[in-house]
T-cell receptor
Framework: NAGVTQTPKFQVLKTGQSMTLQCAQD?????MSWYRQDPGMGLRLIHY???????DQGEVPNGYNVSRSTTEDFPLRLLSAAPSQTSVYFC?????????????FGPGTRLTVL | KQEVTQIPAALSVPEGENLVLNCSFT??????LQWFRQDPGKGLTSLLL?????REQTSGRLNASLDKSSGRSTLYIAASQPGDSATYLC??????????FGQGTRLTINP
């Protein structure tokens, strides 16, 4: 199993540009989520999904859009990039919502918005 | 609102020492608590998960404890090695899908 994969690893955007961060998992996990990690702020939840076709907002959803058309993929879209979205983005997945279910994280995408 | 605090923010110890990392959380209503390791520029690696009904979990030289009533968890690392140098993150799961993270303890093991 490749686990949770993310592409690209690095990206530089100009203000106002749009892009999609890709996330895929091959563990047949129902639950997937996106976090951003910022110095002094820790990791914060952006959006999450409990299954194909079902998504919901997390703590910091503004400026981001998600969809979940398959179990494997959970892309994160930046609609109009802003410097405040410069961050490291992590995708995570979990097989269920029981207390014994771990969350597994991808390697991250480092995004800079100029 | 659930808040997670990790103290100290940074710790430097000589190789071979046993050490304890601390995590505290404000709301005892959690599903579980997970300890992660993060190497510079890398993703998060899950180390241990403690369910809300459990008191501790062990994996090799690592032992994590959970005291829900006091809102505390500790990660004990035995016989530390330079390869243990990393940032250690504690996260609690207050609901079905959300993890609330502490800011981490940056650990340096000196040879």
């Amino acid at each position: 199993n490749a686990g949770v994969t993310q592409t690209p690893k690095f990206q530089v955007l100009k203000t106002g540009q749009s892009m999609t961060l890709q996330c895929a998992q091959d563990m047949n996990h129902e639950y997937m989520s996106w976090y951003r990690q910022d110095p002094g702020m820790g990791l914060r939840l952006i959006h999450y999904s409990v299954g194909a076709g079902i998504t919901d907002q997390g703590e910091v959803p503004n400026g981001y859009n998600v969809s979940r058309s398959t179990t494997e993929d959970f892309p994160l879209r930046l609609l109009s990039a802003a410097p405040s979205q410069t961050s490291v983005y992590f995708c995570a997945s979990s097989s269920g919502q029981q207390s014994y279910n771990e969350q597994f994280f991808g390697p991250g995408t480092r995004l800079t918005v100029l | 609102k659930q808040e997670v605090t990790q103290i100290p923010a940074a710790l430097s110890v000589p190789e071979g020492e046993n050490l304890v990392l601390n995590c505290s959380f404000t709301d005892s209503a959690i599903y579980n608590l997970q300890w992660f390791r993060q190497d510079p520029g890398k993703g998060l690696t899950s180390l241990l998960l403690i369910q809300s009904s459990q008191r501790e979990q062990t994996s090799g030289r690592l032992n994590a404890s959970l005291d829900k009533s006091s809102g505390r968890s500790t990660l004990y690392i035995a016989a530390s090695q330079p390869g243990d140098s990393a940032t250690y993150l504690c996260a609690v799961r207050p609901g079905a899908q959300k993890l609330v993270f502490g800011q981490g303890t940056r650990l340096t093991i000196n040879p």
